[in-house]
């Protein structure tokens, strides 16, 4: 072929050999092969496209002309199907006895030839393809051409929804990625090392698969360093004699790793290099082999690291790359990740439905972080279909060979929420740990939503709940958040009074071994368009687009980051509330969030404390964060945010230790106080707590009698440098008083609207049969996860539609809140308000009109609403409240919040702007709102539970 750029090889060869051979580290070892990157330009039929990389990043499909898709982010070259990438090679006569091999880190499924001739085929999506070219690479130029496929009938059906596949996150992409070359090694050569750490023993133990091209006798060589680590180590050389067979043979080799080795943890990630070298009188090959001296088991209901109770403080990763639209193959990018990650209190990651490159377990590494790797595979197993099974098989196999001795890699599931034939799962689990003992394996993450419970064969449980629901008390419940379709009410924190004192002890007493709560959160948060300005690759943020021509339809594009900056703050407050339901329960295995960072497919779910670029959105500060997530977290158990003066204020305090030793002898200190920093009252008192464990050390109770006026509190808790801590309402034990010169009604007869419009000072309170076609439900959490996909896996299960809001938004100086303390957004005391109202559809209103209490829409409706709004009628003053107060008179802030009312009713303050007629208000509360039309999005998950 013309114009085909060569690659020098022989050039390239001598090069590495020099700056290999000029290394003046002591503690360093030579790569004995060599690498020839092929990276560079490659021809196609669309033109030259540069490798690694993808067909996207060449900007050479056509554009885009899709700008309405709402479900994820757009591609804006997409390209799908077969492509070939094609260049020449020259290999030199000194190569001509080499073993030569096309190394591919990560593609597609792909065919490769020589000079036309083909050398054969590989369909691995998650570890390496490696094609033996020794026979075709002779000595001279050579035509090198690969085929990459990433058309849907590639793979098996079941794989299209993974993340490995979905165009969802990462995109489907058709390219090579990461690390492509050729690797020259010697004839007799080392297939391949797996580490089997034995930290009680002492020892690593080698497996050690060996190539050779005759049966002959030779020797291995095993040395070592410790890095990564404050404290030098160094495993000095040892010999071992073998004897190699023609073809492929196995040995095992045991290392002494002396007296005092360095372990590997989240709290000393201490790494071991070691240079396995094969010896023949042919030649010479080596393998660098990076590991830790770890022992990652069960013990109970609980994980351990080398003997230590830990506690997985995880996120999930949905494999979202918007710049690329594929993962990064640098362990800089991945370590810098984890690191933020890290600050957050985060020290576990699961992968949904994929795993990670190399990269990601060397960060993993580094920073002392599990992992989760799984297959690519999201739906239901049978025993009958072969074709994705047989797939499943090799992925398992080849990720363990890959990434195996990373002693980050401690767990491996089979998918993401399966159902279907249990004893298929079990085999494939079987076989996977027969052939690899060093992880802990699970049939799936969230199989069967959790109905099914722990099954037999399984050494942990992923789930978010253990048993099938048989009320609506949330006993098999382990995380507090749902959707509609899921669990009564969405879950706990939408369908209970708020307190600090749920736990999952009752759920997890029905499993023997740990649970780990799966996907927890889910709090939807409003877009920040500003964010629309870093997309500068190869995915574009349509979607946000949409989403903001919606909001402007409804004019109310001005209060956009208004409504980000209040759904990021009340997200947050859900995610702490959530995550102590886990740190407060003994014995339990862990959590994984979903998300710290937002997931812009299925849907697009917003649901991150940062966006897809890592970036906090605003709502609570990664230290905050990390003082309820986090190895040691101090913690108060108390049965209401919301408390009468008239009261004592108790709290039983709880502290989790999963730091690497007892806490013994240390000051826990609380304060209450006000949020001007005003101390009311303060204790200290010396506790030691075991390792492992959560605990109870002691009890706060002061009287709150001392409080005479409302106040938003603050209770800080403070042990060592961990910091937590909680808002809480103080209400003075007054009696609801109704002002003489207010009149309260339930309906606006001919009657009340002649009063109003002569003068009077109205408090309207519409009636749910009144709001039913002109409202949306009370929804205290963020909606969770998507509305569109929720609403209609409800409808279709018959099940209550969740109302899809996402937070309340007001202006904490407005009169109506002199007595009744406010955050701009949702906070605990609002909870009674909310749960018991009906927001009220007001887009019919000017473009200008704004609510008193505003509750935020999600971006599928972007409705303007109200909980309390005001208009001037004649000479006299209507406010609406859409919230039945006489459901919560029985609760300090209900009172408070109808004498709030009822005072600002008839207050100087209340001054409504907006005029309207008597028949216009009538007609508005007459009129049915029309419906948006909202676009049903596809859920792999099957929800016949």
């Not at 993450?445 to 709940?465: I, P």
């Not at 669990?487 to 004192?501: C, D, E, M, V």
């Not at 970036?615 to 913690?635: I, Y």
């Not at 009109?849 to 505003?854: A, K, N």
């Amino acid at each position: 072929m013309k114009n085909i750029k060569c690659i020098a090889v022989w050039g390239v060869v001598a090069s590495i050999a020099f700056l290999a051979g000029c290394s003046t580290q002591k503690e360093s070892f030579e790569e004995q092969r060599k690498f020839v990157s092929l990276a560079g330009p490659w021809h196609t039929d669309l033109g030259i496209i540069h490798l690694p990389g993808s067909v996207d990043q060449s900007g050479l499909p056509p554009r885009n002309a899709d700008t309405l898709t709402t479900t994820r982010l757009t591609r804006l070259h997409p390209y799908v199907g077969v492509m070939e990438y094609v260049r020449e090679v020259d290999i030199p006569g000194s190569l001509g006895d080499k073993m030569i091999r096309l190394v591919m880190e990560r593609t597609k499924p792909s065919t490769v030839w020589v000079d036309g001739d083909s050398v054969g085929r590989c369909n691995t999506l998650l570890s390496s393809q490696i094609y033996d070219l020794s026979k075709w690479l002779t000595p001279g130029k050579h035509e090198l051409k690969i085929r990459i496929d990433n058309r849907d009938e590639a793979v098996p059906s079941g794989v299209h929804g993974s993340h490995a596949w979905t165009e969802a996150t990462q995109t489907n992409w058709n390219g090579v990625i990461g690390r492509l070359g050729l690797e020259i090694s010697e004839k007799n050569f080392i297939e391949q090392v797996q580490v089997v750490p034995d930290v009680e023993q002492k020892r690593a133990v080698l497996h050690v698969s060996l190539v050779s091209g005759k049966q002959q006798s030779a020797v291995i060589t095993v040395e070592g360093y410790a890095w990564n680590a404050t404290r030098k180590d160094f495993i000095r050389k040892q010999e071992f004699p073998v004897e190699l067979v023609k073809g492929r043979s196995e040995t095992e080799l045991v290392v002494n790793m002396g007296e005092e080795p360095l372990l590997w943890s989240e709290f000393s990630p201490a790494l071991y290099k070691l240079n396995v070298e094969l010896l023949t009188d042919e030649g010479a090959d080596n393998q660098l082999v990076d590991f830790g001296m770890k022992s990652f088991g069960v013990k109970g209901t609980q994980f351990t690291i080398n003997g230590k109770t830990t506690f997985l403080r995880g996120k999930h990763d949905g494999c979202v790359f918007p710049l690329t639209g594929y993962p990064s193959t640098e362990v800089t990018d991945w370590l810098e990740q984890f690191r933020i990650a890290q600050r957050y209190g985060i020290n576990h990651i699961r992968f949904h439905s994929w795993t990670p490159p190399v990269a990601a377990f060397k960060a993993a590494d580094i920073a002392g972080v599990y992992l989760q790797p799984e297959l690519p595979f999201w739906g239901t197993m049978d025993a009958k279909n072969t074709s994705l099974n047989q797939c499943l098989l090799h992925e398992g196999e080849q990720l363990l060979k890959e990434y195996g001795n990373s002693p980050s890699f401690t767990m491996m599931a089979l998918g993401n929420e399966l159902n279907g034939d249990i004893n298929l799962m079990r085999r494939l689990v079987n076989h996977f740990r027969s052939m690899d003992n060093r992880h802990l394996y699970s049939f799936g993450s969230n199989n069967n939503l959790g109905t099914a419970g722990e099954q037999a064969g399984e050494d942990f449980f992923v789930t978010c709940r253990v048993g099938r629901d048989t009320d609506s008390t949330y006993a098999t419940h382990v995380r507090s958040s749902f959707s509609f379709a899921d669990a009564w009410k969405g879950g706990i924190l939408n369908g209970t009074y708020p307190s600090t004192r749920w736990n999952y002890a009752k759920a997890i007493s029905n499993s023997s071994i740990p649970v780990v709560s799966h996907e927890n959160g889910q709090f939807q948060v409003y877009p920040d368009y500003k964010e629309i300005n870093k997309y500068t690759g190869v995915l574009y943020p349509y979607n946000y687009e949409v989403f903001r021509r919606r909001l402007a339809d409804n004019h109310l594009e001005k209060q956009a980051l208004e409504f980000h900056r209040a759904t990021a703050a009340w997200s947050a407050l859900c995610y702490k509330a959530d995550i102590e339901m886990c740190m407060r329960t003994p014995g339990m295995g862990g959590f994984q969030l979903l998300d710290l960072i937002d997931y812009p497919g299925q849907g697009s779910a917003l649901v991150g404390l940062m966006d897809v670029f890592w970036k906090n959105k605003g709502g609570m500060s990664e230290d905050t964060f990390a003082g309820f997530c986090n190895k040691v977290v101090p913690m108060a158990e108390f049965k209401a945010y919301c408390w009468s003066n008239e009261e004592e204020f108790q709290a039983r305090l709880i502290v989790a230790n999963y730091d690497e030793a007892d806490l013994k002898e240390l000051p826990l200190r609380w304060k209450l106080e006000t949020v001007t920093g005003k101390v009311v009252a303060k204790g200290e008192q010396v506790i030691s707590v075991k390792q492992g464990a959560v605990e109870s050390p002691g009890e706060i109770r002061v009287a709150l009698k001392q409080i005479t006026q409302t106040a938003k509190m603050r209770l800080a808790l403070q042990v060592g440098t961990y910091k937590n801590a909680y808002d809480l309402w103080i209400y003075p034990a007054t009696k609801v008083e109704e002002p003489a010169e207010l009149l309260q009604v339930k309906e606006l007869s001919a009657t009340v609207l002649k009063k109003l419009n002569e003068g009077a000072n109205i408090l309207y309170f519409p009636q749910k049969k009144q709001t039913d076609s002109i409202s949306v439900g009370g929804l205290v959490t963020p909606d969770y996860w998507n509305y569109a996909m929720f609403k209609g896996i409800s409808e279709w299960a018959h099940k209550e539609v969740s109302p899809g809001t996402m937070s309340l938004l007001v202006n904490p100086g407005h009169a109506l809140f002199k007595h009744f303390p406010t955050d701009t957004h949702t906070n605990w005391q609002w909870w009674e308000v909310i749960r018991n109202s009906r927001a009220i559809i007001l887009d019919a209103l000017p473009a200008g009109y704004l609510p008193v209490i505003q509750v935020i829409d999600n971006v599928e409706r972007n409705h303007k609403l109200g909980l309390v709004f005001e208009f001037r009628v004649g000479k006299g003053k209507l406010v609406v409240c859409s919230s039945n107060v006489s459901d919560y008179q029985d609760k300090p802030e209900g009172r408070a919040f109808y004498q709030a009312l009822m005072d600002y009713v008839v207050s100087d303050a209340c001054n409504p702007q907006w005029q309207v007629t008597p028949d216009e208000i009538k007609n508005f509360f007459q009129t049915k709102k029309k419906e948006k039309q909202i676009i049903e999005v596809r859920n792999i998950t099957d929800y016949n539970i």
